[in-house]
């Protein structure tokens, strides 16, 4: 049985072992391609800083207050890993090259949106099987700037009711619990 984000922490701070491997496995993923677009890096870049991020992530458990969500403190710590790295870097350049600056900043808002996205990510998830799950899709199509005409050719619906049918399935999701919960919570 899986845990959730708190249970796993709790685990972490008694000592076990499964919290960490639960989190590990479910953030790993997200934070090697956070680290891949927010700094430009390669793969084996990322996979060491988010080594090194776990590292200090189980290293300073008993720090985590759970102000925030699990990812958001991962990727603080992120940042600093990679601040370090390249600072390690810098210090082996020769003088010459050492003039080198990164400029390196966390960024509130691109953390928020991870959250958000991460929380959608779940609730679309709960929802697929349900009667969402074509307001879920119609809304995805849109949101990758599809037109209507476009949407509706792909639903099998005129344009006209996809219209309609897209701003009902608005109004539903903006009424589910799940959905609002994502908002209260980043």
């Known amino acids: ?38 700094y430009n890096i390669d793969k084996p870049i990322s996979e060491e800083i988010c080594n090194g991020t776990f590292f200090k992530f189980y290293t300073t458990i008993n720090q985590f207050r759970e102000e925030s969500s699990v990812f958001t403190w991962l990727v603080k710590l992120a940042s600093h890993e990679i601040s370090d790295y390249f600072a390690k870097i810098r210090r082996a350049l020769p003088p010459s090259d050492n003039k080198i600056k990164y400029d390196i900043k966390f960024e509130p808002e691109i953390e928020k949106d991870l959250c958000y996205e991460r929380c959608m990510r779940n609730v679309i998830a709960k929802l697929k099987n349900s009667s969402y799950a074509n307001c879920i899709k119609v809304l995805i199509f849109f949101t990758q700037e599809q037109s209507i005409k476009e949407i509706a050719i792909k639903i099998n619906r005129t344009p006209n009711a996809t219209a309609v ?4 399935c608005r109004q539903k999701l903006q009424k589910n619990r799940n959905i609002k919960r994502c908002w209260e919570d980043c």
Do not use: N, P, W
Request: positive net charge.
């Open 1 to 38: 049985m899986d845990m959730t984000d708190k249970q796993a922490v709790a685990d972490m701070r008694r000592g076990g072992q499964k919290g960490f491997a639960i989190l590990h496995r479910c953030y790993e993923g997200c934070l090697k391609k956070y680290l891949i677009s927010r």
């Open 165 to 168: 049918f897209m701003t009902s």
